[in-house]
Antibody, heavy 120, light 110 residues
Framework: QLHLQESGPGVVKPSETLSLSCSVSGGSISMNGYHWGWVRQPPGKGLEWIGTIFDSGVTSYSPSLKTRVTIFVDTCRNEFSLKLSSMTAADTAVYYC????????????WGQGILVTVSS | QSALAQPASVSGSPEQSITISCTGTSSDIGPYNYVSWYQQHPGKAPQVIIYDVTNRPSGVSNRFSGSKSGNTASLTISGLQPEDEADYYCSSYTTSSTWVFGGGTKVTVL
């Protein structure tokens, strides 16, 4: 059974860069046919797609975030990470890491989520 | 890209059927069968209940079903149960090779 677990700071100062990691256990992050990504949810609001890294290593990002976001994989540590620069209060949200099956809309595994608050 | 349009809330009595719509455009829902639906209980991570418009993952009740017509996808919950009270989100692939979610629908069991 696959398990995803987010880790990172709970509080980030305005203008700083957020760094989150998602540890994958119970399976290899290098398995073909699966893509890894991030979704966020501001308090009391809906889900927002942030971006995906494909099994090929190619990335795709939300148009509204693409100038500030980077997603990358560390196969040695079996984890993938998110960096989001120039944080503002509008980036306060629960951040989820996810796995999606390729050639499908099946986003079958989610982490429990981590609340990140932007505050000085 | 704009969020897919969902009704803010839908309610029904136990054992009734309800349908949640998810309206997009010819740039997202229309061209693809890559629509999924997620159920989210308070304080929990979303869980997929429908993918690729009509498919149910293993373990998901057959009371949940999905469909699509043109630029609108729909989720139907049959035989509504108290545990179905949750928020529901649709998601679609887009012609820009990105993904978009709906604004979410709160389902209340009366």
């Amino acid at each position: 059974q696959l398990h995803l677990q987010e880790s990172g700071p709970g509080v980030v100062k305005p203008s700083e860069t957020l760094s989150l990691s998602c540890s994958v256990s119970g399976g290899s992050i290098s398995m073909n046919g699966y893509h890894w990504g991030w979704v966020r949810q501001p308090p009391g609001k809906g889900l927002e797609w942030i971006g995906t890294i494909f099994d090929s290593g190619v990335t795709s990002y939300s148009p509204s975030l693409k100038t500030r976001v980077t997603i990358f994989v560390d196969t040695c540590r079996n984890e993938f990470s998110l960096k989001l620069s120039s944080m503002t209060a509008a980036d306060t949200a629960v951040y989820y890491c996810t796995r999606r099956r390729g050639a499908s809309s099946l986003r079958d595994y989610w982490g429990q989520g981590i609340l990140v608050t932007v505050s000085s | 890209q704009s969020a897919l349009a969902q009704p803010a809330s839908v309610s029904g009595s136990p054992e009734q059927s309800i349908t949640i719509s998810c309206t997009g455009t010819s740039s997202d829902i229309g061209p693809y069968n890559y629509v999924s639906w997620y159920q989210q209980h308070p304080g929990k991570a979303p869980q997929v209940i429908i993918y690729d418009v009509t498919n149910r993952p293993s373990g998901v009740s057959n009371r949940f079903s999905g469909s699509k017509s043109g630029n609108t996808a729909s989720l139907t919950i049959s035989g509504l149960q108290p545990e179905d009270e949750a928020d529901y989100y649709c998601s679609s692939y887009t012609t820009s090779s990105t993904w978009v979610f709906g604004g979410g629908t709160k389902v209340t069991v009366l």
